[in-house]
T-cell receptor, first 112, second 114 residues
């Protein structure tokens, strides 16, 4: 079945530091890959997505590249801000299956 | 503004009571979903619906029920059979027209059993 494994947190960084959150997946076929972000007390917001191998999703300074050879979709940001403090979820869906499979989430705290 | 609304934001229930969580969307999406989130865990799918008057069980459907009488609405009932209902509940929707299947989430309802 489908599964997603994320880097365990929590992750604590200083402002302007480089952020990487690792995500690997197991799936048959060619899934779409997503990163969602959850701010405290809120629902999930789509951060970025990629739908085929070698696609790069990007938004708000965050990037992730769909690597089929390593079954990975690592999230990166070059210079984090305090406002990036949140929980980040990696997820996948298959094109013939409307269900999302989520990783456990990684809590990121950015200190001024 | 298009979006997904969930109500109430906070809900308290006594043991043995059924409660219904509301989810409404005005995005004209065909598919709707209910997830449960527990601390330190990812989201787990409870039920989903791809079309009006049809729905399927997800991974943890026991103790829950849903209905889909209107395209815009997908209420979730947490029954007394659910042994550990305290959690954060998230509703989502997606369009079936594309292959990317991006799901858009509501703000969530936090249910606490007293």
């Amino acid at each position: 079945g489908n599964s997603v494994t994320q880097m365990e947190g929590p992750v604590t960084l200083s402002e302007e530091a480089f952020l990487t959150i690792n995500c690997t997946y197991t799936a048959t076929g060619y899934p779409s890959l997503f990163w969602y972000v959850q701010y405290p007390g809120e629902g999930l917001q789509l951060l970025l997505k990629a739908t085929k191998a070698d696609d790069k999703g990007s938004n708000k300074g965050f990037e992730a590249t769909y690597r089929k050879e390593t079954t990975s979709f690592h999230l990166e940001k070059g210079s984090v801000q305090v406002s990036d403090s949140a929980v980040y979820f990696c997820a996948l869906s298959r094109s013939n299956d409307y269900k999302l499979s989520f990783g456990a989430g990684t809590t990121v705290t950015v200190r001024a | 503004d298009g979006g997904i609304t969930q109500s109430p934001k906070y809900l308290f229930r006594k043991e043995g009571q059924n409660v219904t969580l509301s989810c409404e969307q005005n995005l004209n999406h065909d598919a709707m979903y209910w997830y449960r989130q527990d601390p330190g865990q990812g989201l787990r799918l409870i039920y989903y619906s791809q079309i009006v008057n049809d729905f399927q069980k997800g991974d943890i459907a026991e103790g829950y029920s849903v209905s889909r009488e209107k395209k815009e609405s997908f209420p979730l009932t947490v029954t007394s059979a659910q042994k550990n209902p305290t959690a954060f509940y998230l509703c989502a929707s997606s369009s079936k027209t594309g292959t990317t299947d991006t799901q858009y989430f509501g703000p969530g309802t936090r249910l606490t059993v007293l």
